[in-house]
C-alpha cells in the first residue's frame, strides 16, 4: 500500500527524506546546470513532467499520440498550469539547448518530439532520487527495483505526472512556498535551504540554517544577486526565515511553521510517486516482499 499524502506529513523521518531529495537534486545541479534549472520553477516543472508523461505514453498504434504541441498545449493550459504561447516557447528552447528533437519525419505534421539521451538519464535520474528519498524512510527498496527495471519508468513518470499536475494543491503551492517555486530558481534556493536542515532536525520553533552568502549562492545557481537578495528578504518578511541578529553575517532560522508548509507540499508529489511505483510494480509482476512498506502507523 503506498503512502497517502497524510502519512507522510505524520512520518518523523519524512524532513530526512526531503532533505536526501535535496542533496541529490543539487547533485544533479553541479553536473548539469541548465538541466536542472529546467526542473527548479513550479511552471517549468509542470511543463516538464507533462512532457516526458505524454512522450512516454506514445503509442505508434495510435494516430496523433505522444509528445506534439497541441497536446502539450491541451494538457497544461486545461489547468492553467501555462498559456500557449509558453508551452511553445518552452518547447522551442527545450529544442535549441538539445534536450529534445523531433521524432522521425521532421516534415510531417503534427511534429512529434522525443527527449534526447541527456534528458533521459536527467528525468530517470529525478525518478530514482524521489524514490530513494523514500527508501530513507522505510528501508524499502523502490529506487533499487526500478534501477534493476528501468520498464517501470515508463508507466511510473506518466502516472505520476498526471496525478500532480492534476491536483491543484501541487500545480498552486501555499502562498509562501509558492513565493520560492514560482520565482526562476526559486526551487535551487529551497532546496539549498533543505540541505541546510541537518540529519539531526531540533524539535525547536525556529531550525538553524546558517549563514547564506548571497554572491556566492548567486554565482553558483546563475541568478541576479539582487534578485536573490529580495527573495531571501521577502522569506524573511513572511515568517520563512529569521534572522539570528541584526546583521546579514548572523546568519538565518528556518521556521518550523514554514518547514511544516513546505514538507505538506512535497508529501503530495511523494504520495503520487509511492502510489505510481506501487501500481506499476502490480502491472509488471515484479512486487514482493522488499517492495511492500511497513504499515502507515508502524512509526
Known amino acids: 500500500m503506498a503512502y497517502s499524502a497524510a502519512?507522510?506529513?505524520?512520518?518523523?523521518?519524512?524532513?530526512?527524506?526531503?532533505?536526501?531529495?535535496?542533496?541529490?537534486?543539487?547533485?544533479?545541479?553541479?553536473?548539469?546546470?541548465?538541466?536542472?534549472?529546467?526542473?527548479?520553477?513550479?511552471?517549468?516543472?509542470?511543463?516538464?513532467?507533462?512532457?516526458?508523461?505524454?512522450?512516454?505514453?506514445?503509442?505508434?498504434?495510435?494516430?496523433?499520440?505522444?509528445?506534439?504541441?497541441?497536446?502539450?498545449?491541451?494538457?497544461?493550459?486545461?489547468?492553467?498550469?501555462?498559456?500557449?504561447?509558453t508551452v511553445l516557447n518552452f518547447?522551442?528552447?527545450?529544442?535549441?539547448?538539445?534536450?529534445?528533437?523531433?521524432a522521425g519525419d521532421t516534415a510531417k505534421r503534427p511534429r512529434r518530439f522525443e527527449p534526447t539521451e541527456v534528458t533521459v538519464e536527467a528525468m530517470f535520474g529525478w525518478l530514482l532520487a524521489n524514490l530513494a528519498a523514500l527508501d530513507q524512510m522505510d528501508g524499502g527498496a523502490r529506487a533499487v527495483t526500478v534501477a534493476g527495471h528501468p520498464e517501470l519508468f515508463r508507466l511510473i513518470q506518466p502516472r505520476a505526472a498526471r496525478q500532480t499536475i492534476g491536483d491543484a494543491r501541487w500545480r498552486e503551492p501555499p502562498p509562501r512556498v509558492a513565493m520560492f517555486l514560482w520565482?526562476?530558481?526559486?526551487?535551487?534556493?529551497?532546496?539549498?535551504?533543505?540541505?541546510?536542515v541537518g540529519t539531526d532536525v531540533p524539535e525547536a520553533e525556529l531550525v538553524d540554517v546558517g549563514r547564506i552568502d548571497a554572491r556566492t549562492m548567486a554565482e553558483t545557481f546563475r541568478m541576479s544577486r539582487t534578485h536573490l537578495q529580495r527573495l531571501l528578504n521577502r522569506a524573511i518578511s513572511e515568517g520563512c526565515l529569521v534572522r539570528k541578529g541584526d546583521g546579514r553575517?548572523?546568519?538565518?532560522?528556518?521556521?518550523?511553521?514554514?518547514?511544516?508548509?513546505?514538507?505538506?507540499?512535497?508529501?503530495?508529489?511523494?504520495?503520487?510517486i509511492d502510489d505510481a511505483y506501487q501500481d506499476a510494480c502490480r502491472k509488471l509482476n515484479l512486487c514482493g516482499p522488499e517492495d511492500i512498506r511497513p504499515a502507515a502507523k508502524e512509526r
Open 91 to 102: 518547447l522551442n528552447q527545450l529544442e535549441a539547448y538539445r534536450f529534445m528533437r523531433v
Open 249 to 272: 553575517k548572523d546568519g538565518l532560522y528556518l521556521s518550523r511553521d514554514f518547514l511544516q508548509e513546505y514538507l505538506g507540499w512535497q508529501a503530495i508529489k511523494f504520495a503520487a
Open 7 to 85: 502519512d507522510l506529513q505524520e512520518h518523523p523521518r519524512f524532513v530526512l527524506a526531503v532533505r536526501f531529495l535535496a542533496e541529490k537534486l543539487r547533485g544533479v545541479h553541479d553536473g548539469n546546470p541548465r538541466i536542472a534549472r529546467f526542473l527548479a520553477s513550479q511552471q517549468r516543472w509542470l511543463l516538464s513532467q507533462a512532457a516526458f508523461a505524454l512522450h512516454n505514453e506514445y503509442d505508434p498504434d495510435v494516430p496523433r499520440s505522444g509528445l506534439t504541441i497541441s497536446r502539450l498545449r491541451d494538457m497544461v493550459t486545461g489547468v492553467d498550469a501555462a498559456s500557449r504561447n
Open 183 to 196: 520565482t526562476e530558481s526559486g526551487g535551487l534556493v529551497m532546496d539549498e535551504l533543505m540541505r541546510r
